[in-house]
């Protein structure tokens, strides 16, 4: 197929496409006379599997290892355990950040009773040097 059949069918731009092949993430396809790149059925899986990956905010480095390690299919799935405990641990890190970050919020929003800009508590707290 070629690069736009293949962008629909994944719902990934062509120009992602591209970037991810000049990175070394998807295997850069054949060429055909005409200059067209054409993909394989195995390119699609893996371009599903990329975009499933990055759903998942998965660094691209560590795309490119699950990449890599299906290439041994006997290899110990201990480097997928690590990349994915890792994942999940920086996820529980911005779940704690976002819920200090609402916190922080709702305080400023609930502390201003003013009706007038020039008493706004809120904008007196951000401007504050302490």
Same mark, same amino acid.
């Given at each position: 197929?070629? #690069? %736009?059949? $293949?962008?629909?069918? &994944?719902?990934?731009?062509?120009?992602?496409?591209? /970037?991810?092949? *000049? #990175? %070394?993430? $998807?295997?850069?396809? &054949?060429?055909?006379?005409?200059?067209?790149?054409? /993909?394989?059925? *195995?390119?699609?899986?893996?371009?599903?599997?990329?975009?499933?990956?990055?759903?998942l905010?998965?660094p691209?480095?560590?795309?490119?290892q699950?990449?890599?390690?299906?290439?041994?299919?006997q290899?110990?799935?201990?480097?997928?355990?690590?990349?994915?405990?890792?994942?999940?641990?920086?996820v529980?890190?911005?779940?704690?950040?976002?819920?200090?970050?609402?916190?922080?919020?709702?305080?400023?929003?609930?502390?201003c009773?003013s009706k007038?800009?020039?008493?706004c508590?809120?904008?007196?707290?951000?401007?504050?040097?302490?």
């Amino acid at each position: 197929m070629k #690069i %736009g059949e $293949l962008a629909k069918a &994944t719902q990934v731009s062509a120009k992602t496409i591209r /970037y991810y092949e *000049s #990175i %070394g993430l $998807l295997i850069s396809p &054949t060429r055909e006379a005409n200059g067209y790149r054409y /993909y394989r059925l *195995s390119d699609l899986e893996t371009l599903i599997f990329i975009k499933r990956c990055r759903e998942l905010n998965i660094p691209i480095k560590d795309i490119k290892q699950l990449v890599m390690v299906q290439h041994n299919p006997q290899a110990s799935c201990s480097t997928v355990d690590t990349i994915i405990a890792e994942q999940l641990a920086r996820v529980r890190q911005m779940q704690q950040d976002l819920n200090q970050l609402e916190q922080t919020l709702s305080s400023l929003f609930t502390s201003c009773s003013s009706k007038q800009i020039q008493d706004c508590f809120i904008l007196q707290t951000l401007k504050s040097t302490e």
